[in-house]
């Protein structure tokens, strides 16, 4: 959703914008076309694989990218002497480096260990989770993070299969929900329960809140928010936060219903289905 970005974003000339999630450099590839000679972008990213890409694709000396948790934006910017920014993107769709490189182990057809780390220094994994957390555990976190209707179900299942083998494979997993499902829809069946253990093994939800809070506090009058979210549990967040701040008089909401992908956007990337985006300003 770059022309959308840049719409809400809005970058102007000689300004400070930072990509909290800048990944391979996509979105913050064009808000430097717009920030002139005199414009900085910094860039943030706990994957260490993205920032080189990054580094890569926007070898410029108006970029700054640094390693760390957008939740850790404030201290970051203060860190670098920046006292306030013009805009703030927030992009917390996985990647597509994550899903083709098959070793990260997020994909549910992968023959790779089990693994989900955005930042591979930390030590959780999801192997760590479906092997060592309790029943109850596993249940609660396929509920809440992954809204999946049969949490108890595969919970019970991967209970069941580890205390005769250790869970080590992606597609071992995959196979484990599939069997408790006992039928294919539309979607894999495990697409659920991936998302959930992808939340809780990085702590999206919690990154979300703390980031979202730290954006006011370095987001200068008249500076914009742009967030494109992926599932209803970020965009209730996301949702409720730009609500709430506006009752605060802290933001005004500038996208009332959240942007999504054009046609042509959704036939070139599938994968956008679910983008919604969301914008307002700091007042």
Do not use: W
Not at 68 to 73: A, K, L
Request: hydrophobic share 35%; glycine share 8%; with cysteine.
């Amino acid at each position: 959703m770059v022309r959308e970005v840049v719409e809400v974003l809005s970058p102007r000339p000689g300004g400070i914008y930072v990509d909290a999630t800048v990944g391979p450099g996509g979105h913050a590839e064009e808000i430097l076309k717009l920030v002139g000679s005199e414009g900085r972008l910094i860039g943030i990213d706990r994957d260490e694989e993205a920032l080189k890409m990054a580094e890569e694709r926007l070898a410029d000396e108006r970029v700054v990218l640094r390693k760390g948790r957008f939740s850790d934006i404030r201290e970051m910017l203060v860190e670098m002497g920046v006292s306030g920014v013009d805009g703030i993107l927030f992009d917390f769709g996985l990647s597509m480096l994550h899903l083709r490189d098959v070793e990260r182990g997020f994909s549910f057809t992968s023959q790779e260990p089990l693994d989900m780390r955005m930042d591979r220094t930390q030590r959780l994994t999801s192997r760590d989770i479906v092997n060592t957390y309790s029943e109850k555990d596993i249940e609660r976190i396929l509920r809440e993070y992954g809204e999946e209707r049969l949490s108890h179900r595969i919970a019970k299942a991967i209970s069941r299969y580890r205390a005769k083998k250790r869970i080590d494979t992606c597609a071992e997993l995959a196979e484990i929900v599939s069997s408790a499902y006992g039928r294919r829809g539309k979607h894999h069946p495990a697409t659920k329960t991936f998302q959930a253990l992808r939340i809780a093994v990085n702590d999206e939800l919690n990154e979300i809140k703390k980031g979202l809070d730290a954006s006011l506090n370095v987001l200068m009058t008249g500076g914009r928010l742009c967030v494109i979210s992926y599932h209803s549990l970020e965009d209730r967040i996301v949702k409720n936060f730009m609500r709430d701040s506006e009752k605060q008089g802290m933001l005004k909401v500038i996208t009332k219903k959240p942007m999504t992908p054009t046609y042509t956007e959704l036939r070139a990337n599938p994968s956008s289905r679910s983008a919604k985006l969301r914008g307002a300003e700091k007042i």
